[in-house]
């Protein structure tokens, strides 16, 4: 059974940092693309950013450019968000994707979903 598990949300104040893992299971994604979306309370789904299967491109979206990072390991099948400068506007609940192909920011696109976790950052 293929099983994408978020880690490492939180409480953090505003301007504090956090790092999200997403470890998968059930088959190996080092050739896929993955991908960190999220959801704030009575917003739509919104993407964050994502990684080619290699590593070397990434995208991010306006909102986090120059502020987040997302990487990956292959080796543990596990792609990270770090979270740096954050803002009461990042609260949300992040959830980590994977797909075949190019890292695009349209969730859609996305095969394999995880269930999310709580990112909650105080003013």
């Known amino acids: 059974q293929v099983q994408l598990v978020e880690s490492g949300g939180g409480l953090v104040p505003a301007g504090g940092s956090l790092r999200l893992s997403c470890a998968a299971s059930g088959r190996t994604f080092s050739s896929y693309a993955r991908g960190w979306f999220r959801q704030a309370p009575g917003e739509e789904r919104e993407f964050v950013a994502a990684?080619?299967?290699?590593?070397?491109?990434?995208v991010y979206a306006d909102s986090v450019k120059g502020r987040f990072t997302i990487s990956r390991d292959n080796a543990k099948n596990t792609v990270y968000l770090l979270m740096n400068s954050t803002k009461p506007a990042d609260t949300a609940v992040y959830s980590c994707a994977a797909k075949r192909g190019a890292a695009t920011r349209w969730g859609t696109e996305y095969d394999y979903w995880g269930q999310g976790t709580q990112v909650t950052v105080s003013s």
């Open positions: 990684v080619s299967w290699s590593g070397v491109y990434t």
